[in-house]
């Protein structure tokens, strides 16, 4: 075979089929425009002052030199600084700062920094792809923590025995949760924090949704004792600061964790260009309130959305954070027995609105589709009224 096992075992299904779907549609010459809700790309703009940084820095020659670890200091400090100021915590810039390429290639590769083929990992399902996908591809054996509407799409820690928590070598988390837009609360990743040091295993945190709790605020890994030991935790400038093309993120963790992903990116880059972290620095200093600028923005836009979803009948709770609306499929017995992808392409078809199966997170989110908010109010209130007409 040309193609690795391991190959097979990541798949790409779902999404790729929503993709040939989407394509099919646009092709499709007399039907009305798509309206792409299926991706977490924002339409938002980030403040101007931002790309001129970026701008102004992309004319000097080093940056389009290859950046070494040497060159993210300035960015490390400024990650620390940010961090002092948002959270109250001291973190050690040379040693608890990484720069990434995106939070999705943070969490993508920590798992090769940790874990050896066979070694045993938690997840929770339904979670982001690319904790899976990361698992996979460092051949972890994956154990699922199934996540749950009657659970309010908290995990249960009690439903591991202590002796699996002594197996496990790690356990990621994502919360404020994509895809179910729960905001999560301190207690669960303090609870998380205190078994990965009872239990020695590492407890990861993808938080590139920080700043976009529209209720309550959004818990912190850093804000769990026992971080600095056992704990690393994703922050991403591509949901708060607008910037997801940029590819700007960072992990804050423990020394060895941080040493361990940066020896692994050794090998695969060379850091975001110096050019986009002055952008990055901008952000986190003077900019460091604006991601809160949005929720006016998202909260209207969701209840826009979900005053007409709920008046056409469809049943949906209030999402705690921006971004995303987590919808149970209708409970007409036909379109459960679609199920969540065939339902979506018809959807899709009918209302030239796409949406995200939920199986594509894990099979925990099966008989979901998710809906994200990425587009203005005028155009999403026009795509829920076509969901509407498209239902039965
Ligand atoms: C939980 C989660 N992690 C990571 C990402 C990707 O973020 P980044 O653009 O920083 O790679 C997303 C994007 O939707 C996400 O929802």
Request: net charge negative; aromatic share 8%.
């Amino acid at each position: 075979m040309l193609t690795s096992r391991r190959l097979e075992a990541l798949g790409n299904g779902v999404f790729a089929r929503t993709d040939q779907a989407k394509q099919a549609y646009r092709e499709n010459t007399g039907a009305p425009p798509l309206i792409d809700l299926s991706l977490g790309s924002t339409d938002l703009q980030p403040p101007v002052e931002i790309l001129q940084a970026m701008a102004a820095a992309v004319e000097e020659p080093s940056s389009s030199a290859y950046c070494l670890e040497a060159g993210t200091a300035p960015f490390n400090r400024a990650v620390a600084a940010w961090c002092q100021r948002r959270f109250g915590v001291d973190v050690d810039p040379r040693r608890q700062v990484q720069l990434l390429v995106g939070s999705q290639e943070g969490t993508a590769h920590l798992p090769l920094a940790v874990l050896d083929p066979g070694d045993r990992a938690l997840l929770l399902d339904p979670s982001y792809p690319s904790h899976r996908g990361g698992l996979v591809l460092a051949g972890a054996s994956i154990c699922s923590l199934p996540l749950s509407r009657e659970r309010d799409w908290l995990p249960d820690l009690d439903a591991i025995g202590p002796d699996l928590w002594d197996q496990l070598k790690l356990f990621v988390l994502g919360y404020p949760h994509n895809p179910t837009a729960r905001v999560g609360d301190q207690e669960l990743l303090d609870q998380a924090m205190a078994r990965g040091c009872r239990h020695q295993l590492v407890i990861a945190n993808d938080n590139p949704y920080v700043d976009l709790a529209l209720e309550g605020e959004a818990p912190s890994l850093l804000r769990s004792p026992g971080w600095s030991d056992w704990g690393i935790e994703f922050f991403s400038l591509s949901k708060g600061w607008c910037l997801g093309g940029f590819r700007l993120a960072f992990a804050i963790g423990a020394e060895p964790l941080i040493t361990a992903l940066r020896q692994v990116k050794g090998v695969v880059d060379f850091n975001q260009s110096l050019a986009l972290q002055q952008g990055a620095i901008q952000a986190l200093t003077r900019w460091a309130d604006w991601p809160r600028s949005l929720h006016g923005v998202y909260r209207e836009r969701r209840d826009r959305v979900l005053s007409v979803l709920r008046s056409g009948g469809w049943s949906c709770s209030t999402p705690e954070m921006a971004m995303y609306l987590w919808l149970p499929l209708p409970a007409d017995d036909e379109i459960q027995t679609l199920g969540d992808e065939t339902y979506a392409r018809h959807l899709l078809q009918r209302s030239g609105v796409a949406l995200t199966p939920g199986s594509g997170f894990g099979t925990g989110g099966q008989g979901w589709l998710r809906m994200a908010l990425v587009r203005p109010t005028d155009e999403l209130e026009q795509g829920a009224r076509r969901l509407v007409a498209a239902c039965p």
